[in-house]
Every structure is written in structure tokens, then in C-alpha cells.
């Protein structure tokens, strides 16, 4: 009996163990992005995600409801994407869904999720399940009834009811309708979940700059993050300090 005391007390550490490694990965899911995703770079080379500068600024200071003002190729839709996607395949039940601005983003970001899951290690893979329904630009995957869809602004089909976990609404100053299309996404929202509303810039009147001038103001429950161009490492040598 001692021996099986042995053994099943080992077994339950064991058990623990994995949960709170599943845990710290749900709380900081950094480290198993950086392990296990990888991303095409401008040059058409396939190569582990590593957050820039940015990327860790936004890690670092993301909160549950967040809007990004940004410049173009800094990479926060690609980061988001790989949080989001790390959300659903390490919390069970699990929605999310990214909206973007015009069906060629669309096809673009969803080839992102798609090499996500194809250079994913085969033990994760295994953990997740087959998914189903790729061809819709949506990753179900039955045995942890977890999704990942991606679609366009002006064009979007879900049920009414339905809940999203993680949204991501891109390029948001460039949506038909921003105002009405938001409103319609949020709702399907908790307020346990997470909303990500990015864009650069599209002159001024427009819903997201309204949004942006009213989050710096306090007048919204979300934050605010701001970028500029030269934060990125590739641009950062093009900038001459002043004397």
C-alpha cells in the first residue's frame, strides 16, 4: 500500500505541476508564443515570432479593453493574432475573432493564423486537436471547443447570442460603418474578455479618431496606446539625434 501511495502521490504532483504550468502560460503566454509560433517576414522568410520593442511595450501595458494609434508595419496585428491564438488553444472554450477593414487584410491576416498552426510543434498540435473549417477562414477545434475567426468589416455572420472572448477590430478607421459595426461586436463581448481596437491614423472627424480623442480624455473605458514609425527597430537607424 505504501508503494501506491507512492506512486499516486507522485502522479498528483505530477498533475499539479502541469496545471500551474498551464496556468503561468494563460497569465504570461509570451514565452510559449515565442517558442512555438512563427511568423513570414518582409523578406519571405519563415521565422520564429520575437516581439520587437513595440510589441513588449504593448505586452507589458495591455489591458482588457484597448486602443492602439500606430504607424504601419510595427507589427500589433500579428502580435494580437498570436495572443489571441495562444487564448484559444490554452483555454478550452474559447472565441476569438478578428475583424478586418477589407477582404485582402483579411485573407492576409488569416494566412498568418494559418502558419500559426501549420509550423505549431506536433505535441501542441496533438493537446489541440484537428481543426475543422479552415477553408472559411475559421479554426474550430472540437475537442477543446475553442474557434479563431477571421473576417471583414460590413460583411460579418454571427449568431446572434454568441459569445467572443478575445475581438479584434483592425485598421478600425478604415471600416464601413465603424459605428454600428463596433457596437454590434462589442455587445457579444464580456466584461471578462478582451477588446482590441487598432488603426493608423485616417484624418480627423472619423469614428476612430472620436474614439482615440475620447479615450484621451478619459471619457471611455478603454486605454490608450500610442506609437510612432521610428520605434521600430528597422526605422530607429534612419533617425539622426539632434545636437
Known amino acids: 500500500m505504501s508503494g501506491q ?24 503566454p509570451r514565452p510559449w508564443i515565442e517558442a512555438n509560433l512563427w511568423v513570414r517576414t518582409k523578406t519571405q522568410e519563415i521565422k520564429p515570432l520575437l516581439f520587437n520593442a513595440a510589441q513588449i511595450d504593448y505586452y507589458q501595458h495591455r489591458t482588457r479593453r484597448d486602443v492602439i ?21 490554452l483555454r478550452p472554450h474559447t472565441c476569438s475573432v478578428l475583424v478586418a477593414h477589407d477582404l485582402d ?13 501549420e509550423r505549431l510543434p506536433e505535441e501542441e498540435k496533438a493537446r489541440a486537436g484537428k481543426p475543422r ?7 474550430f477545434w472540437p475537442r477543446i471547443n475553442s474557434q479563431f475567426y477571421v473576417g471583414t468589416a460590413g460583411s ?14 483592425s485598421e478600425f478607421a ?14 457579444a463581448v464580456p466584461a471578462g474578455g478582451r477588446i482590441v481596437i487598432e488603426s493608423t491614423a485616417n484624418g480627423r472627424g472619423g469614428r476612430f479618431h ?22 521600430s527597430a528597422e526605422y530607429a537607424e534612419l533617425v539622426t539625434p539632434e545636437e
Open 105 to 117: 487584410s483579411t485573407e492576409q491576416i488569416f494566412r498568418i493564423i494559418q502558419l500559426y498552426w
Open 156 to 169: 460579418l455572420a454571427f449568431g446572434r447570442g454568441q459569445t467572443i472572448n478575445n475581438l479584434h477590430c
Open 210 to 231: 472620436q474614439l482615440w480623442q475620447e479615450t484621451q480624455q478619459g471619457r471611455t473605458q478603454f486605454a490608450g496606446h500610442y506609437y510612432v514609425w521610428f520605434e
Open 174 to 187: 478604415f471600416w464601413p460603418k465603424p459605428e454600428e459595426s463596433l457596437i454590434a461586436l462589442a455587445q
Open 69 to 89: 494609434l500606430k504607424p504601419r508595419q510595427l507589427g500589433f496585428t500579428t502580435e494580437v493574432c498570436a495572443l489571441f491564438f495562444a487564448d484559444c488553444l
Open 133 to 139: 473549417y479552415e477553408n472559411r477562414r475559421e479554426f
Open 5 to 28: 501511495r507512492a506512486t499516486n502521490a507522485s502522479r498528483y504532483a505530477a498533475l499539479a505541476e502541469h496545471v500551474e504550468g498551464i496556468i503561468a502560460r494563460r497569465q504570461d
